[in-house]
């Protein structure tokens, strides 16, 4: 069955940068394009960030532009989000799903950024 497991978040200072990862398995990765999603604690989920199945084409909510870039190793079945310049506002539950299929979306890695 489809697997997503996010990892690499943590406790970091604003400015600081932190990388997150997905593995995926039980589905062929090449062939979705894959996103980015977060939940601020009392706020909804929202997209972060999506990339093609190749990679060629990405796109970032207006917020994180500039900061964030998503990644991706068809080779390795793995996603990969590079945040810079963190904010407090970037606190949150972060996951990787199916762009199509956010129901798709692993147990999530969390996100703090605080002094």
């Known amino acids: 069955q489809v697997q997503l497991v996010e990892s690499g978040g943590g406790l970091v200072q604003p400015g600081g940068s932190l990388r997150l990862s997905c593995a995926a398995s039980?589905?062929?990765?090449?062939?979705?394009?894959m996103s980015w999603l977060r939940q601020a604690p009392g706020k909804g989920l929202e997209w972060v960030s999506t990339?093609?199945?190749?990679?060629?084409?990405?796109g970032y909510r207006e917020s994180v532009k500039g900061r964030f870039t998503i990644s991706r190793d068809n080779a390795q079945n793995t996603l990969y989000l590079q945040m810079n310049s963190l904010k407090p506002d970037d606190t949150a539950m972060y996951y990787c799903?199916?762009?199509?299929?956010?129901?798709?979306r692993g147990q999530g890695t969390q996100v703090t950024v605080s002094s």
């Open positions: 990339i093609s199945t190749g990679g060629e084409n990405t």
């Open positions: 799903a199916k762009s199509s299929e956010w129901a798709s």
């Open positions: 039980g589905f062929p990765f090449t062939t979705y394009a």
